[in-house]
């Protein structure tokens, strides 16, 4: 009977599903605790809130926005609940969203409801399910549905699945719906689905395949659609394209795994597609129109690992006009179906993690090498290398980043590194950059137009007084004439195990030395401080934290759009709680 | 081995069952007595805005003076709206940002960047703002905008006197049918042609042409309310008076009123007028 359920369910009007649901959920929970003793019942859930107070500081830009000027306090939180009892799992989720900027941050954004509500049966060979459902098929080059509460992603599907295990190696999957969009969802309909299995000769060889087939196909709806007709009626002939309401897309992948070396492919397929194109000129001269065009992708890893303590990865993508959304007119983060997988390495410090590189869905070519290798119990080096180009060979993204451990006892480790960094400011940022005879690191190649160059040493030091206390200490230098100039950041942090952790850090702009040879919007941070500190309590499964923060401002460009990330200051409360 | 075979089978028709479509018919658009009003959010720092006038201009050769486009540069997406300094190699000559664009941005809603603009505010479902910020987006809503009969007529006459410089301003209202709820009415005054420096692509460049300029709005930014009810074949009348200031060349400023919804989050434009300063 659960299919039918859920099917009628998908024709009722939202909030009537979500009163139904909070009603059955809650009367389930109800007896379930009654019952909890005598069945195998199990309830589980998750509570993570943010509270963020707004001090408007005109000086650093944090003014402008509803938050700094009179709501003074944002806050999001979500709160999980998962119920498992007679081959049953479901789920609901509370999301709240009060005066909140993770949406736009130059914007207040308030909302409240059931974010998320799922129900799932196994029944022998056949699994089911309905409600908003996370899964992807292969890497997430076609489908991909996921959640990243910090970058605002929810794009779960809306709708049902139903997979069948032909035997313990092989099993395919079906799904269809619309993909979320906050607490409602876009027109587009999705369907699709895969097969996957695992091959092992015998259980001696050390030789295994995991191959598998997907496909996806997206219908648009009528308003899309009648949006996409309307432009193109307008277009000049020289720009004219046609449209369509179904895209397809297909997908074949494989792991082979031989003794150390584990090796992926997957190359992907999409047919004709209407997309946005901010860089494709117009008849008019301008940039940016709508585009009907098929598309690929091919992505690839290697991986060898051995005892000795050897790591070597190595990873290849091409991607021709692989943006494949909900609606062609949604851009950046919004209504993506599918995940292109990143190739630069995702930096955690402060000041390596200035300038990240943005997937380029229209096009783009790059290779990755990561390489760790362990000389000794004491020491171990490694070394990062990624390169991002354009298909018409255009540079788009360089960095390498040796980096080494040193564990000198139990009590200390330094970990010490390089960033060498070439970044391509107009097509990640929207901003030009103009040419710099007098670049510090020319001797790198450094001060050409258009382009960020930066080297960034950076170390972290931990040592532990003993066993409970410990210090860690962080910093790095940002030494580059480009964008703003040259910053350097440091952080202290002093852990009293298992409860408290402590830290200040400080991210400070050095001065130009000649700032009157500069534009203002140069030397416009020159000597800011930029200080936070803050507390860490961790009881069993609980986190709480409270800091003050300030923060520099950016700019981050998408698809030929910018979006002004402005200055962060204020306090920030977290809590994280986990039953 | 049957069972997948037939999971193959099944995917493939899953994938190709309905590949063949009817095509798509491309219509010619009908231009009746709607005007459209596009309100584009614009910065002199910012690299892409050129795209997006140049796609505007490139429309309104197409539909006339069916397309009004007012361009405003609301102090809200930091450097991007910056003028440039003296210290910069071409600084800028005139700021164009204005407390009034602010406000009106801040009644519209805030979009995530720009260049952004709203086509008759109308509100796409489910979007946050009626500013939509994908460029290859705005000729669609504005084309499905002009085919939308108008519920009302809006009309500017205007006397202005070159010595004194007074600008006086009257708008007649004239709905077509009943019309219910909490309208208001906006008049802006805009300037077009302003040579002075924006970034355009890579390029700065010095001697840009700057169209459409918001330089002010005479009545209150988010609109004066409509007191009289809107009644079909009514006839309201509202008149306004100002002095446009010297740096403001007449022979190239523009008046555009229009009639807006004041809901929550319906604040769409019923209908647009535009007359030269002069005219």
Partial sequence: MTVPIILYFSTMPSFLIQRILLAAYFFALYGALGLIAQNQSRVTGNLQSNGNFFIKDEKIGAANTPQYDYQKFGAESWLNLNYSNWGFDMGLRFDLFNNSNLLNPLESYTGQGIGRWYVRKTIDKFDLSGGYLYDQIGSGIIFRAYEERALMIDNALYGVKAGYNINENWRVKAFTGRIKQQFDAYGAVVRGGALEGFIKQDSASRLTFAPGIGVVARTSDDETVSQIVNAIATFAPADSIGAQYNTYAATIYNTMTAGNFTWFVEGAYKTKDVMNDPFQRRADGGRGILVNRPGYTVYTSLAYANEKGLGITVEYKRTKDFSFRATPFRIGIQGPLNFLPPMARQNTYRLTARFAPATQELGEQAIQLDLRYRLNKKFSLGLNFSDIQLLDGTELYREIAPEFTWKGSRKWQLLGGVQLLHYNMPVYQGKDEPADADDPIQFLGGGKENYVDALTPYAEFLYKFTPKRSLRLEAQYLLTDDEFGSWINAVAEIGIAPHWLFYVSDMYKIPHSNPENFPSDKTKFDGLHYPSVGAVYTYKAHRFSLAYVKQVEGINCAGGICRFEPTFHGVQLRLNSAF | ?279
């Fill in chain 2, 1 to 279: 081995m049957n069972l997948r075979t037939a999971a193959l089978l099944f995917l493939s028709f899953l994938s190709l069952s309905s590949c063949k479509e009817d095509p798509i018919l491309i219509p010619e658009l009908n231009v009746g007595t709607r005007k459209v009003l596009v309100e584009e959010l614009s910065g002199v720092r910012c690299q892409n805005c050129p795209d997006g006038a140049r796609l505007l201009a490139s429309l309104q050769e197409q539909y006339k003076d069916n397309l009004i486009v007012v361009t405003m540069h609301a102090d809200l997406f930091g450097t991007l709206v910056k003028p440039y300094s003296q210290n910069d190699p071409k600084p800028t000559k005139d700021d164009f940002r204005t407390q009034d664009a602010i406000d009106l941005t801040n009644f519209v809603g805030v979009p995530l960047g720009i260049p952004a603009a709203a086509v008759n505010r109308r509100q796409i479902p489910n979007e946050e703002s009626p500013f939509v910020i994908a460029i290859s987006q705005w000729s669609g809503l504005i084309g499905q905008q002009l085919q939308i009969q108008p519920p009302v007529g809006v009309f500017i006459s205007q006397d202005y006197d070159e010595q004194s410089r007074q600008l006086d301003i009257e708008v007649n209202i004239t709905p077509d049918v009943d019309l219910a709820g909490e309208h208001r009415l906006s008049v802006m005054i805009t300037q077009d042609s302003i040579i002075d420096v924006q970034k355009d692509g890579l390029v700065t460049v010095e001697k840009y042409v700057h169209r459409h300029v918001l330089r002010d709005i005479v009545t209150r930014p988010d609109g004066d309310p409509i007191t009289e009810p809107l009644t079909a074949r009514a006839l309201i009348t509202k008149k306004f008076s100002l002095n446009l200031p010297e740096k403001w060349d007449a022979k190239h400023c523009s008046i555009v009123a229009f009639v807006h919804r004041n809901g929550t989050p319906d604040k769409e434009v019923l209908q647009a007028a535009e007359k030269h300063v002069g005219e």
